[in-house]
C-alpha cells in the first residue's frame, strides 16, 4: 500500500515541538509518550532490518514499528492480527451492532476523569445489555457481549461511546438450550436507553460520593454534591442515545465489521488532506447534515491550527493500562472457549479448529515479504538497533520502506 502523501507524524514532526513547549506542564506522561511513538514509528530511531530479495538481489531497509494503540499506522496489523485470533469463536447466528453514547455534559466530566468514567460506561452498557436480555419478556437468556471504546467524533471531538456486537441469542439459564432472537429485532432500545441511564447515573453517583471524581476548572464547582446533584437532574429525564441493528453479512462479515472499530484511531492517515500556513485540513462528516445532503455532501473538509489539531488528537490519548476492547456474559475471558464449545454443541455447528501446522506454515510464508521488482522473496540479511544504521548496504540504491 502507498504512504499517504501526509500523516499525523509529519504535523507532530513539524509542530510537535512548538507544541510541547507552549504546553509545558499540561500534557500527561502518556501524551507525551504518544507523541514520541507516532514521530519515532518506521524511522531509524526504533531501529529496523536488511533484506535481500533471493532471485534478483534487489535490496530494501525496513524500520520497526512503534506498536503503539494510537498509532495510525500500527492499527492496520493489530485488527488483522486480532481479527485471525476471533475466527473461531464466530457462531453461525445473526448478529446485532449496538451503540450507547454518552450525553455531552457526561463526556465533558469524563475527559478530566477518563479511567474512571470510561470504565463505568463500559460497566453500565454491559449490564444493561444483559439485564434486559435475562428478562424472559424479551429473550428470557444469557447472552455474550463484545465491546469497544470510543472517544471521538468524526472532527475529533471529545464523544465517548460504545460499540456493542452481539449475537442474536443466547443460552437459556440452566444452559440447556439455544434461545434465538427475533429475526429483525434482537432488545427494545427505548428499554436500554432508560435502563442505561439509570444505571450510568447511579454510578456516576457512587464514583462521586467515594470521591473518586475530580473535577477542575469550569467543572470546579462539581465538587460540591449539592452542584453535581443539580447537573444530574435533568439528565435523569432525557432521552439517551442508544442505536441498535442487525448486520445482515452473515458471521464472518460481521468479524471484519467489528475489527475495524476496535482497532480504529482517532484519525487515520488516509482522512488527512493537507498541511499548509492556515493549518491542517482533513476529511469529516457532517452526520447533522446528512439527511439533507444529496450524494456524500455530508462529507467535508475542516481545517483547524496546528495547535488545535494536535490539542483534539491528544484529548483521546487513553490511561495507560486501560483496556478498549472488552468482553462480557458468555464472552468473559474465563469461560468464553467452554461457553463457544457448549453453544455451538447446542446448534449442531462444527467446532472450528486451528489449522493444521503444515498448513501454518504455508500460510506463513505466503505472508513473507515479496520483492517489489521481481516478486521473489525477501530474507533479512541484518537486523540494526534503535537509533542506528544498517552497517551493508548495497551498491545499488535502497529502497527505504516506510509503507
Known amino acids: 500500500m502507498a504512504r499517504p502523501t501526509l500523516e499525523v507524524a509529519d504535523i507532530l514532526n513539524a509542530h510537535g515541538d512548538a507544541y510541547e513547549r507552549a504546553d509545558a506542564g499540561h500534557l500527561s506522561r502518556g501524551q507525551l509518550k504518544v507523541m514520541w511513538a507516532i514521530r519515532s514509528c518506521r524511522t531509524a530511531v526504533l531501529g529496523g532490518h536488511v533484506a535481500r530479495c533471493a532471485d534478483c538481489t534487489h535490496v530494501e531497509v525496513a524500520y520497526n514499528s512503534c506498536r503503539n494503540r494510537h498509532c495510525p499506522k500500527c492499527q492496520g496489523a493489530a485488527a488483522r492480527d486480532w481479527l485471525a485470533?476471533?475466527?473461531?469463536?464466530?457462531?453461525?447466528?445473526?448478529?446485532?451492532?449496538?451503540?450507547?453514547?454518552?450525553?455531552?455534559?457526561?463526556?465533558?466530566?469524563?475527559?478530566?476523569?477518563?479511567?474512571?468514567?470510561?470504565d463505568l460506561l463500559f460497566r453500565a452498557s454491559a449490564e444493561t445489555m444483559a439485564t434486559?436480555?435475562?428478562?424472559?419478556?424479551?429473550?428470557?437468556?444469557?447472552?455474550?457481549?463484545?465491546a469497544v471504546l470510543h472517544t471521538w467524533g468524526s472532527a475529533l471531538t471529545h464523544h465517548p461511546h460504545i460499540h456493542a456486537v452481539?449475537?442474536?441469542?443466547?443460552?437459556?439459564p440452566d444452559g440447556s438450550r439455544w434461545i434465538a432472537g427475533r429475526a429483525r429485532f434482537f432488545l427494545p432500545v427505548r428499554v436500554l436507553s432508560r435502563l442505561f441511564?439509570?444505571?450510568?447515573?447511579d454510578g456516576l453517583r457512587a464514583l462521586h460520593a467515594t470521591g473518586r471524581l475530580a473535577f477542575f476548572g469550569d467543572l470546579a464547582s462539581l465538587a460540591d454534591t449539592r452542584a453535581f446533584e443539580a447537573m444530574l437532574a435533568p439528565l435523569r429525564r432525557a432521552e439517551w442515545v442508544v442505536y441498535a441493528k442487525r448486520l445482515f453479512a452473515g458471521p464472518?462479515?460481521?468479524?471484519?465489521?467489528?475489527?475495524r472499530y476496535?482497532?480504529?484511531?482517532?484519525?487515520?492517515?488516509?482522512?488527512?488532506?493537507?498541511?499548509?500556513?492556515?493549518?491542517?485540513?482533513?476529511?469529516?462528516?457532517?452526520?447533522?447534515?446528512?439527511?439533507?445532503a444529496s450524494g456524500n455532501g455530508w462529507i467535508k473538509a475542516m481545517t483547524l491550527p496546528a495547535d488545535e489539531f494536535i490539542r483534539r488528537f491528544l484529548l483521546h490519548v487513553l490511561p495507560?493500562?486501560?483496556?478498549?476492547?472488552?468482553?462480557?456474559?458468555?464472552?468473559?475471558?474465563?469461560?468464553?472457549?467452554?461457553?463457544?464449545?457448549?453453544?455451538?454443541?447446542?446448534?449442531?455447528?462444527?467446532?472450528?479448529?486451528?489449522?493444521?501446522a503444515s498448513s501454518a506454515e504455508q500460510g506463513e510464508a505466503d505472508e513473507r515479504p515479496r520483492c517489489r521488482c521481481c516478486g521473489g522473496p525477501m530474507i533479512i540479511i541484518e537486523?540494526?538497533?534503535?537509533?542506528?544504521?544498517?552497517?551493508?548496504w548495497s551498491a545499488e540504491p535502497i529502497r527505504i520502506d516506510s509503507s
Open 132 to 146: 434486559i436480555a435475562a428478562d424472559p419478556k424479551h429473550l428470557g437468556a444469557r447472552i455474550g457481549i463484545t
Open 383 to 392: 537486523t540494526f538497533a534503535r537509533g542506528s544504521l544498517p552497517r551493508i
Open 262 to 292: 476496535t482497532h480504529r484511531v482517532a484519525i487515520s492517515n488516509s482522512r488527512l488532506l493537507a498541511m499548509d500556513d492556515r493549518g491542517v485540513t482533513f476529511r469529516w462528516k457532517d452526520y447533522r447534515a446528512r439527511a439533507k
Open 197 to 201: 441511564r439509570r444505571l450510568f447515573l
Open 166 to 172: 452481539v449475537p442474536g441469542g443466547g443460552l437459556s
Open 320 to 356: 495507560d493500562g486501560f483496556h478498549r476492547i472488552r468482553h462480557y456474559g458468555l464472552f468473559a475471558s474465563a469461560v468464553r472457549a467452554a461457553n463457544i464449545d457448549r453453544i455451538r454443541a447446542l446448534l449442531g455447528a462444527e467446532t472450528q479448529s486451528t489449522q493444521p
Open 85 to 118: 485470533a476471533r475466527q473461531a469463536e464466530l457462531l453461525p447466528v445473526p448478529y446485532y451492532h449496538l451503540v450507547f453514547t454518552l450525553p455531552a455534559v457526561i463526556g465533558a466530566i469524563a475527559l478530566q476523569n477518563k479511567a474512571a468514567v470510561y
Open 252 to 259: 464472518a462479515a460481521v468479524l471484519a465489521y467489528l475489527s
